[in-house]
């Protein structure tokens, strides 16, 4: 079949990739893609926002499936645009993506639903929210409405803070219109964590739970990124938490969007704060999470594109997923300065040495080919994801490949995966 993977950044490279090791796929083509997703097929410059221009693609060129990556093209109705050509695509619709472009849907579905997830309240004016905050105080969670590029989450430590937030987003509209309304939620202490599950809209399947790491420095401090690493499967959820997760989080939201008339089909991502009331919803994602996804689909045992289009025709495997029994872990290496300024059109060199390394991926976030050379374009430039017996060989090897790629000012945390190997030595061990 013809597939045509939607999106620009390491998620959707890292799904170019899972695609084109099907022998069901014979034509890979992206919009807009990458130089890293340009090796395994044809790129197409058509922005993912661009609902019409991708339907009218894949209708020109006999795509079969449409694979959409980002939380924008879902929120621009891609999924809808594609379907109504009598296309397949993977993905939910708009309306049933707005449990991640809508905060405010998704906390009310959420609470609707008895769902644990942090208190709250809604707020579209900022004297209101102020009043709020003022009574509840701090540490406290202000979330802009709408998408805002993973940056709309201000975590706030002290009450003057989140009157600074709240004038950021609600005022001065930092996020545009997607401050227009705000949720002010309790702040939750614990562990994070994703779980990523497919959908036909009415069952459910997990993939292996991963962990992020946000924060752009070491220990988790710094201001948030859109993630500087991951690692799966996470020891932060266990077999039985899991479960638990599945019964008391994911399969009720299922329900709950085909109770409104949405039903979600797809990709739902769960993130999580795992606290010592058990696993709460930090929030909900429409799509694959990214880096999360560089580290989920090398250990995928299924054929990713048969997976993926049997979803998209409403239809879930009938046996559980099987995964490696192996563990990944993702570098990010970025721009030096991001998520502040920092500078494009450096040249990246060592990316050869890397194709030598057995089970090691560099996944193209933000590269671009200038005058024939690789260089940087954007903030996060390259996922670098490596595969071994455990998390610690995992670690290691992302780094070796790491520690060969070079470029001016180039910027990687170093601890990644560091959280899971101080909870596995916290697990007693049997035998
Ligand atoms: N890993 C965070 C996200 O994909 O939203």
Redesign the pocket.
């Known amino acids: 079949m013809n597939v045509l993977v939607v999106g620009k950044g390491g998620r959707e490279h890292a799904l170019a990739w899972a695609l084109r090791r099907s022998t069901l796929v014979e034509n890979l083509y992206a919009a807009p893609g990458n130089p890293g997703v340009a090796a395994l097929g044809a790129c197409v410059s058509i922005e993912p926002e661009d609902a019409d221009g991708i339907a009218g693609f894949a209708r020109d060129n006999g795509i079969d499936l449409v694979v959409v990556g980002p939380d924008g093209a879902l929120e621009a109705g891609v999924v809808d645009a594609v379907e109504s050509l009598g296309i397949r695509a993977f993905g939910p619709t708009r309306a049933a993506a707005e449990i991640e472009w809508s905060k405010v849907f998704s906390k009310q579905m959420m609470r609707e639903e008895g769902i644990p997830t942090a208190a709250f309240a809604v707020f579209s004016d900022v004297e209101g929210a102020r009043a709020y905050v003022n009574d509840v105080g701090a540490p406290i969670v202000v979330k802009a409405d709408g998408l805002a590029a993973?940056k709309g989450v201000l975590v706030c430590r002290t009450v003057e803070e989140a009157m600074r937030a709240l004038d950021e987003v609600m005022t001065a509209r930092l996020f545009g219109d997607a401050g227009e309304h705000v949720v002010v939620e309790a702040y939750m202490e614990g562990e994070e964590a994703?779980v990523f599950a497919i959908t036909d809209g009415e069952s459910v399947m997990p993939m292996i739970p991963s962990q992020?790491h946000k924060p752009i420095h070491e220990g988790d401090t710094g201001p948030n990124t859109?993630?500087m690493g991951a690692y799966a499967p996470t020891p932060v959820i266990d077999e039985r938490a899991l479960r638990d997760v599945l019964e008391r989080i994911i399969e009720p939201a299922v329900r709950g969007m085909k109770k409104r008339g949405r039903p979600f089909r797809g990709l739902l991502y769960c993130g999580l704060m795992m606290t010592s009331d058990g696993p709460m919803v930090v929030e909900f994602?429409s799509r694959f999470?990214?880096?999360?996804t560089q580290v989920v689909l090398p250990l995928l045992e299924d054929d990713f594109a048969e997976l993926v289009y049997g979803i998209s025709e409403g239809r879930l495997p009938s046996e559980p997923l099987s995964w490696k029994r192996k563990a990944a872990t993702c570098v990010v290496v970025a721009s030096g300065g991001y998520p502040g300024s920092y500078e494009d059109g450096k040249k990246i060199h060592g990316l050869g040495a890397l194709e030598a390394m057995d089970d090691v991926f560099a996944f193209h976030a933000g590269t671009a080919m200038k005058d024939g050379r690789l260089v940087t374009r954007g903030g996060r430039v390259l996922g670098v994801t490596a595969l071994a017996d455990d998390l610690r060989g995992s670690i290691d090897r992302a780094y070796e490949a790491v520690g060969r790629i070079r470029f001016d000012n180039l910027y990687y945390r170093r601890d990644i995966g560091a959280k899971g190997l101080r909870r596995i030595a916290q697990i007693p061990q049997s035998g």
């Open positions: 993973g994703s992020d859109g993630g994602n999470g990214d880096p999360e």
